[in-house]
């Protein structure tokens, strides 16, 4: 299938209304003449970005000189309850066409890896992350797959997988694990995926693994997921098929895991240095003792660094106060002048004292030398990136 076909758009109208905008992200190979379409941040943060383009741009990949799609990966599904029509049971209408007359879905575990989608290029496999081909997920992915033999699969179907590996841990611990979990394999053509035996028949060929699936109901699911004392897992992935076309699916997490993503989602240095800054600690002691343990290692170690930083202006600032002060109490000894805030600003803007100057003059102001300290120590966080940047896996 063409990627136009598929879009069910004009290449003029996709550049200008969905890439120029920010909508989907454009990735070309460093090497071969293959593109990757993926939802950008546009789309992800925005209000009522998803359609039917933005939610089948998610690591789709084609060739850049013959449109040819060789790799489809899922498209965007959602949680249960979203707020959109298609995620709330309550507005599904039986029809012939419903995928829901089947009143019971496949439930597989919702694994926490991420996503890794095989194509293949002169004869040789490789593994693209959602968004990236050289992404260092993509890398590591690609390296455990050609680690051993080819993988065999029909032809005309993508293998979709999950990443599972320590070096790329979100918030479940899956210890030692390292593998390429197989989660499906997508007709490229329609996007009708092969049911769950030939899925099995195939994985147990490669030697690889499947999800648990679990003999529930959706509505079992969701009942499970409110459990708030099930940790280190994510929840559940409901699948109904539907002949010739791709399945539906929805996503059904459990409130711990919610909790933690989205911690981590929005935890940034940036966030660890308001907390301080403003004096506002309750989410900070959430951060550090209510996360996983090596969420608490990324948040600890900016805590020292920025409280590092901010003793060490305070402490220049003390001692070259007390310095100038000595030195401005001897003149006073000799001349019997009180000295005047011009021969204070003499002294404290002496090249070796002079970054610190705003906070000598707001401790003797009487000011909030705090918040100019907190300010001095901003420069640290510059450039720096969420830990986990869920957008560029």
């Known amino acids: 299938m063409k990627i136009w076909t598929y879009l069910l758009i004009t290449p003029e109208r996709f550049q200008t209304e969905y890439v120029d905008t920010g909508l989907v992200d454009v990735s070309d190979h460093d090497e071969f003449p293959l593109r990757m379409l993926s939802y950008g941040r546009e789309c992800v943060h925005g209000e009522g970005k998803w359609d039917a383009v933005t939610t089948r741009c998610r690591g ?9 799609i060789i790799a489809r990966p899922f498209e965007k599904f959602f949680n249960l309850w979203a707020g959109m029509p298609e995620t709330d049971p309550s507005t599904w209408e039986p029809s012939k066409d419903s995928w829901w007359q089947t009143p019971t879905p496949e439930v597989w575990e919702k694994m926490d890896g991420f996503l890794a989608t095989l194509y293949e290029w002169e004869g040789k496999q490789y593994i693209a992350s959602k968004g990236s081909f050289d992404s260092p997920h993509a890398k590591w992915a690609t390296a455990w797959l050609q680690k051993g033999p080819p993988l065999k699969f029909p032809a005309g179907y993508t293998p979709v997988f999950e ?3 320590p070096n790329f841990r979100i918030i479940v611990d899956y210890e030692k694990r390292e593998e390429l979990v197989l989660l499906a394999l997508v007709n490229n053509e329609t996007g009708e995926e092969l049911n769950r035996e030939s899925l099995n028949l195939w ?16 509505q079992q699911a969701a009942e ?4 708030e004392e099930r940790k280190n897992f994510e929840g559940y992935v409901l699948v109904w098929r539907r002949p010739g076309t791709t399945p539906f699916r929805l996503k059904v ?9 989205r911690m981590i989602a929005h935890v940034s ?15 900070l002691q959430e951060w550090l003792n209510e996360s996983t343990p090596w969420f608490n290692k990324y948040v600890a170690k900016w805590v020292r660094a920025l409280e590092y930083r901010y003793n060490e202006i305070e402490h220049k600032a003390d001692a070259a106060f007390s310095v100038y002060q000595g030195v401005l109490n001897k003149q006073y000894e000799q001349t019997k002048i009180l000295p005047m805030r011009k021969d204070w600003a003499m002294l404290i803007n002496r090249p070796e004292s002079k970054d610190v100057a705003g906070v000598i003059f707001a401790k003797m102001d009487g000011k909030d030398h705090k918040r100019v300290i907190w300010k001095l120590c901003k420069p640290l966080i510059k450039n720096s990136h969420l ?5 560029r896996i």
Do not use: Q
Request: charged content about 30%; proline content about 3%.
């Open 60 to 68: 789709v990949i084609y060739r850049t000189d013959t449109e040819e």
């Open 269 to 283: 240095p940036k966030a660890i240095y308001n907390c301080l800054a403003e004096g506002t600690r309750d989410d």
């Open 387 to 391: 830990m986990v940047d869920l957008n």
């Open 224 to 227: 499970k997921s409110n459990d």
């Open 253 to 261: 997490k459990y409130a711990d895991y919610l909790r933690l993503h």
């Open 203 to 218: 994985a147990n060929k490669n030697d690889l693994s499947l999800p648990v699936e679990f003999d529930y109901t959706w």
């Open 163 to 165: 990443g599972i590996s």
